[in-house]
């Protein structure tokens, strides 16, 4: 404390809280050596950790601490990957992908199903450093990881279900079929919101399609990158197949920047921000490559009159707190009807803010922080529009009793999301339905309903079993 004292008796307050808070992580140490937090060394973290793996843990980068954000201690050191250390994950995963293309898909299933037990094996002190490592309360970290346990069970009854069409030809003697072959290299760039749910939606889907993955997860999420990889890579070193099915490259602007300009990633699933996600598009656009965005959500609960408002609260306050309003589908407004509006109460500023106009520049704009406009609307018809007047189309949900609006609701003149509920908040996706949003969100699927479709390509192919030569449409040349 004398050491406090000093320094607040000194010039520039700020810095030397930085430096005090420097000192006292140092005299405090590393929390992976406290025995309160043993839960690290099980899951294989040690005081410094390579955040680069392609079969085998190297890293050549620079060596970032991570940090709790909860008490601004240290729990480990991460050495992150350079440029340097992306081309070799690459060319491994090139190499990985050989040999991962050539197994049966249901085979490949089996690999994905012994990584969901691996997972399960793991939930609790995984989710434990999700939550001390990203900020999350704990039973939404266990439950992130319990997210991708659940899609590898989903992946596995998938890898049984690739199906194709075979379609009716105009020509006799002639078959025309639908065929869906893997990418090859899948690139994820996930969000520090969700360190574990969205690498699991697209790794575990992308795996049994036949395509391998390379993942950069968030910066200020490294540890858990770490730790769930060498989850899963154990699987696949125990079952002989390369490590590099599913490569990691930890690091920041640099390796992000490579992975949207390289061709050799197929398809690249990007989570975050509207902003970067834009620039990504663009970048992988110019390459003619493929891009799966989710980026930023607007989302609106809308309260009819005839609403359960005891349903409508509870949903209300998870919609808008959960994950301390870090969700990308967490409520941003609410739209009440004018019959069921509060009147003059007591809120914590500036949680709910009321008197704002619905298209007012801040209302149309995501906050990621539990922040919530509450709007007034005289009818559901403009309630829905002004649910749809937004650049962002993520996820949405109304609270009603009335058939006649539920279906307006979710028809072609209702919701233009990608997500559209009914009593239920605008949080909380499960993982059968394909999850992601329309406009600014970025027009991208993951998970379930036939979301895998992004994670191959598409073959039309004719087959002529006769000895004729006939052409479409009829057309001959003479």
Known sequence: MLLMAVMLKSGNLLRNLK?????????????????????????????????????????????????????????AKVQVGNTQDYEICVKECQKAWDLWADIPAPKRGEIVRQMGDALRSKLVPLGKLVSLEMGKILPEGIGEVQEYVDICDYAVGLSRMLSGKVLPSERPAHVLLEHWNPLGVVGVISAFNFPVAVYGWNSAIAMVCGNVVLWKGAPSTPLTSVATTKVIAKVLED???????????????????????????????????????????????????????????????????????????????????????????????????????????????????????????????????????????????????????????????????????????????GSDCGIVNVNIPTSGAEIGGAFGGEKATGGGRESGSDSWKQYMRRSTITINYSKELPLAQGIKFE
């Open 19 to 75: 430096i005090f808070q420097l000192y006292r992580m140092a005299s405090t140490g590393f929390l992976v050596n406290d025995p309160k937090y043993s839960f690290l060394k099980e899951l294989g973290i040690g005081e410094v950790n390579s955040g680069v793996y392609n079969g085998k843990w190297n890293a050549s980068g620079e060596v970032v601490t991570s940090i709790c954000p909860a008490n601004g201690r240290a729990i």
């Open 239 to 413: 079952n002989g197949l390369p490590g590099a099915i599913c490569a990691l490259c930890s690091g920041d602007v640099p390796v992000g920047e490579a992975m949207s300009k390289d061709k050799r990633i197929s398809l690249l699933s990007f989570t975050g921000s509207t902003e970067i996600g834009k620039k990504v598009a663009l970048t992988v656009q110019e390459r003619f490559g493929k891009s799966l965005l989710e980026l930023g959500g607007n989302n609106a609960i809308i309260v009819a009159e005839d609403a359960d408002l005891d349903m409508v609260v509870r949903s209300a306050v998870f919609a808008c707190v959960g994950t301390a309003g870090q969700r990308c589908t967490t409520t941003r407004r609410l739209i009440l009807h004018e019959k069921v509006i509060d009147g003059e109460g007591f809120f914590v500023e500036p949680t709910i803010i009321t008197g704002l106009s619905h298209d007012a520049s801040v209302v149309h704009r995501e906050t990621f922080a539990p922040i919530v406009y509450v709007l007034k609307a005289k009818s559901v018809d403009e309630a829905i529009s002004w649910n749809n007047e937004v650049s962002q189309g993520l996820s949405s949900s109304i609270f009603t009793t009335d058939i006649e609006k539920l279906f307006k609701w979710i028809g072609p003149k």
